[in-house]
T-cell receptor, first 111, second 114 residues
Framework: NAGVTQTPKFQVLKTGQSMTLQCAQD?????MYWYRQDPGMGLRLIYYSASEGTTDKGEVPNGYNVSRLNKREFSLRLESAAPSQTSVYFC??????????FGSGTRLTVV | DQQVKQNSPSLSVQEGRISILNCDYTNSMFDYFLWYKKYPAEGPTFLISISSIKDKNEDGRFTVFLNKSAKHLSLHIVPSQPGDSAVYFC?????????????FGAGTILRVKS
């Protein structure tokens, strides 16, 4: 009963480096999401995937790309990391009209 | 422009008393509201929800009230327990208009003192 699994849990990047955050769910959910959490800002939607094969931008997509590899996996890529992308990143999944199940987060620091 | 606002960054309550967390929204298309609870180093977990066709929903110690005319909802925790100490996020969606995307408030840190 893993739910939503995110890797890595922690990462430090230098400005300009790239990396991919991985997310996998085992609940057979159609929809998956990437959020970032910043102090005083709550959780803001970066990208989402309503179903396998589709992805759409959320509120703060700049500097990110996503891939919905299959129904289980939804990855978030930072092509050229910037200090403004220092944040805690959460992946979530849901059925079509339901509450979200979140992963435990990835704490990313860009120096 | 925050569509979901939690104006109290923090709240401190004595164990056994009532905790009231407030949330305001601006988008009249929102039709489904949720509260999530988050402990440090963990992801948010679903707590309770309410549809716009209701004005109250209860689940054990947790009750959510919705006032559509005021665009306001609140979460009541009675009685409060030390284990309730966490960050509480209010969230809203407009399922018909925007699908199942949630818009979150900034969160309120609840501290329950024993």
């Amino acid at each position: 009963n893993a739910g939503v699994t995110q890797t890595p849990k922690f990462q430090v990047l230098k400005t300009g480096q790239s990396m991919t955050l991985q997310c996998a769910q085992d609940m057979n959910h159609n929809s998956m999401y990437w959020y970032r959490q910043d102090p005083g800002m709550g959780l803001r939607l970066i990208y989402y995937s309503a179903s396998e094969g589709t992805t759409d931008k959320g509120e703060v997509p700049n500097g990110y790309n996503v891939s919905r590899l299959n129904k289980r996996e939804f990855s978030l890529r930072l092509e050229s990391a910037a200090p403004s992308q220092t944040s805690v990143y959460f992946c979530a999944s849901s059925v079509a009209m339901g509450g979200y199940t979140f992963g435990s987060g990835t704490r990313l620091t860009v120096v | 422009d925050q569509q979901v606002k939690q104006n109290s960054p923090s709240l401190s309550v004595q164990e056994g008393r009532i905790s009231i967390l407030n949330c305001d929204y601006t988008n009249s298309m929102f039709d489904y509201f949720l509260w999530y609870k988050k402990y440090p180093a963990e992801g948010p977990t679903f707590l309770i929800s309410i549809s716009s066709i209701k004005d109250k929903n209860e689940d054990g110690r947790f009750t959510v009230f919705l006032n559509k005319s005021a665009k306001h909802l609140s979460l009541h925790i009675v009685p409060s327990q030390p284990g309730d100490s966490a960050v509480y996020f209010c969230a809203a969606s407009a399922i018909v208009e925007y699908g199942n995307k949630l818009v979150f408030g900034a969160g309120t840190i609840l501290r329950v003192k024993s």
